[in-house]
């Protein structure tokens, strides 16, 4: 069987997808709104956490317009969509191993592990560990937290025996 890491690996383009089209979404909406002042962080005078989402998602994307002298206080600024690429890239791949390592965790020790892929982002992994049957069914989402940032995250449910198990009494169940 492929190992866990190398699956979730498999779906890592599809996190960098959705960094990608939230990041381009924000620059579009963003710039919209405020025009090229807008790619002016130092400028910018409005929303506390369109500001910082602004800094923190698409100014790294943004490139120095090579006409303007690097001494501009403003410099004019373009999106690039190859930074974002890459950037992309990058956390797709880290969401990806995030993800690995979260279900390997669950699932050390359980034998004979068979991976069922519902649907996009949706898995349920079965076993058996100390002779007990266990089904970890996992999926994706994608969430912003209270203080804008935007991640991916996988909650999952822990079945032993057919039974809900939640994640501590699972530890707890198969503490050494």
């Known amino acids: 069987m ?12 599809r996190f960098a997808d959705d ?14 709104k405020y025009g ?10 409005g929303n506390y956490w369109e500001a910082k989402n602004w800094n923190n998602f698409v100014g790294p994307c943004l ?9 501009a206080p403003h410099p004019k600024r373009f ?3 190859d930074t974002l690429q890459k950037l992309a890239e990058t956390y797709g791949i880290n969401m990806a191993t995030e993800w690995a ?14 991976m069922i892929n ?18 970890v069914d996992q999926q994706t989402i994608t969430k912003m937290s209270s203080k804008g940032k935007w991640f ?4 999952a449910r822990i079945y032993v025996d057919g039974q809900f198990t939640s994640a501590k009494a699972y530890k707890e169940m198969f503490a050494s």
């Open 2 to 13: 492929t190992s866990i890491k190398d699956t979730m690996l498999k779906h890592a383009p």
């Open 19 to 32: 960094y990608a089209t939230f990041v381009n979404g924000m620059y579009e909406e963003l710039h919209e």
């Open 36 to 45: 090229d002042k807008y790619a002016r962080p130092s400028t910018y005078s």
């Open 63 to 71: 490139q120095r317009d090579p006409s303007e002298s690097e001494y």
């Open 79 to 81: 999106f690039c969509k």
């Open 101 to 114: 390592a979260k279900i390997e965790e669950k699932l050390e020790n359980v034998e004979g592990i068979e």
């Open 118 to 135: 519902h649907s996009r982002g949706s898995f349920s992994f079965r076993g058996t560990r100390n002779g007990r049957s266990i089904r």
């Open 152 to 155: 991916h995250q996988f909650p």
